[in-house]
């Protein structure tokens, strides 16, 4: 006869039980894991539960699974599919080890996002844990020995929670873009938001199709540019180089700084240009694709007919198609990149080569300023009056504070003029992913530092949707 289903009060010390065995398994699995998350009854607080640990791995993409699960078996975990749940492979605990469930699954895989928005929504409504609580205690008793019945009869019950955390999701949604019309109304400029969850198919939408200056956002359609030239076979990444004098100009990059006719290849051009912002490597690369009509040309095609790139890089022309560097709106150039995540433009090959490069960009001070953050205990109002130096004072609240790393990976670009701060970005979560595009000008801030009021409000627009979107 099968083991009886147990059912017991929730217990303190599931919580370090799952930290004891996400810790070790993060220790093997290394940068393959985006994160190691906990679901399942034992995950909520307050509620009954079988006392046994759910796990979930979760690795950036589909790519990554044979790795995993290859380190996941120098632990001792035995590989055993997917169990008839498309997306999830399932594993059996190491021996000698208390008995455990580890899933793994790419970045918002369907089973990951139910399991998340279920203990979610029973984190946050104790009515709904409660009755779910009644509801366990019941079924073991009544099915004691059968866990696959233990199991449909919970069906019905979850199912409808499901609905309902799907109901609210779509009223957060609503929340957060009242809350960035919020933020806008303290900004002295203009805001554009764009953003789009590529597994759910949700949408945020604040001034997304107003027309914005792009500083150096523009060159992720120099970008596409430069690969859909290569598929077709005109240019080859590997092109000779040559640094000459008339495309060295000044501001981001480091091209500037070296020797006149310094060689390099056209791939390492389109490096620079990205993740270093480079405005020399720029302007070879507006060369080599043939001029920026060539350019507007490609995004006319994609559909894009307001994305403009108007000249090279502070090179003034007679034949510029507009002022600025470019111009687009929120909307069209966040479904630029997420066109190529999705694969939907260039090479599969391509669009992961291109969104690799953009995982290395250097400048993470405006989408991802916010997503990590510093958790510092109350130091009660009489704190510095307590020490006598206040420095030390300071010194010591800050020693005492816990960095928390978000789960998350970041393919981005910026782009920072006088009174422009925009970023485009595709977020990597565990609950999927999702490209966001948030464009600011007209600022009446001048300076150029972390503290500028537009670097500040794409941070906190930023925050707003991870925690909508991505937030574990």
Known sequence: MPDPILVVDYSPSWPAAFEALRSRAARALGDLALAIVHVGSTSVPGLAAKPVIDLEVVVKSRDDVPAAIRQLATLGYVHEGDQGIPGRESFRWPAGEPRHHLYLEAAGAPPLRRHLAFRDYLRTHPETAAEYDRLKRGLARQFEHDRSAYTDAKTEFVTKVLGVAEAEAGQASRA???????????????????????????????????????????????MYEVFRQVEAGAISLDDPMVLDRGNMVPGSGILKDLDEGHRLSLREALTLMLVVSDNSATNLCIDRVGGWDVVNASMDTLGLARTRLHKKVFLPS??????????????????????????????????????TILGRQQFKDMLARDIDEWTRPDPGPDAASRTANADTAASSIAASATFIPRPYRLANKGGWVK???????????????????????????????????GVLLVGRVSRLVYDLWGRV
């Open 318 to 355: 007679p034949k510029a198609s507009g002022p600025g560097l470019g111009a687009t709106t929120p909307r069209e150039m966040g479904s630029l990149l997420l066109r190529i995540a999705q694969h939907e433009v260039l090479t599969p090959a391509s669009c992961d080569q291109a969104l």
């Open 176 to 222: 957060t873009e009242h809350a960035i019309q919020g933020l806008a109304r303290g900004f002295t400029g203009r805001l554009g938001v764009w953003a789009h969850h590529l597994e759910s198919g949700q949408e945020l939408t604040i001034g997304a199709d107003a027309s914005f200056d792009t500083a150096s956002v523009i060159k992720l359609a120099v």
């Open 419 to 453: 009174g422009v701060r925009n970023e485009v970005g595709l977020f990597t979560t565990p609950r999927g992913r999702y490209v966001i595009s948030v464009f600011t000008n007209d600022s009446q801030d001048p300076r150029f530092n972390p503290t500028n009021e």
